[in-house]
């Protein structure tokens, strides 16, 4: 499974982006997709995953109530919304695909990485 994630860019803080995460094959839309972000110097952390039909959502606390993550299954696409962007916010961002439907907070548990893009919020 390849996987690409696409939509990061420069905004302001307050500002929204859409990320998007196109797997390139349709097995993946029976597992669940998690997103992570490192930031420099930081090590990789969770943002958000969703499981395999979109039932179970869960959310770093930081990004609750300002990030949404939803999945199209027949585009084979996962997204994360990001509204209220804050400095902190900053960082490459990753989406990957869970070992099983359900998805973890847990990075080992991901066997499929896209190759990241950069978010970047800054005035």
């Known amino acids: 499974v390849q996987l690409q994630a696409s939509g990061g860019g420069l905004v302001q803080p307050g500002g929204s982006l859409r990320l998007s995460c196109a797997a390139s094959r349709r097995t993946s839309s029976n597992n669940a997709v998690g997103w992570f972000r490192q930031a420099p110097g930081k090590e990789r952390e969770f943002v958000a995953h969703i499981s395999w039909n979109g039932a179970t959502r869960v959310y770093e606390d930081s990004v609750k109530g300002r990030f949404t993550i939803s999945r199209d299954r027949d585009k084979n696409t996962v997204y994360l919304q990001m509204e209220n962007l804050k400095p902190e916010d900053a960082a490459v961002y990753y989406c990957?695909?869970?070992?099983?439907?359900?998805?973890?907070?847990?990075?080992?548990?991901?066997?499929?990485w896209g190759q990241g893009t950069l978010v970047t919020v800054s005035s």
């Open positions: 990957a695909v869970h070992r099983s439907a359900v998805g973890s907070r847990m990075y080992k548990d991901y066997q499929y």
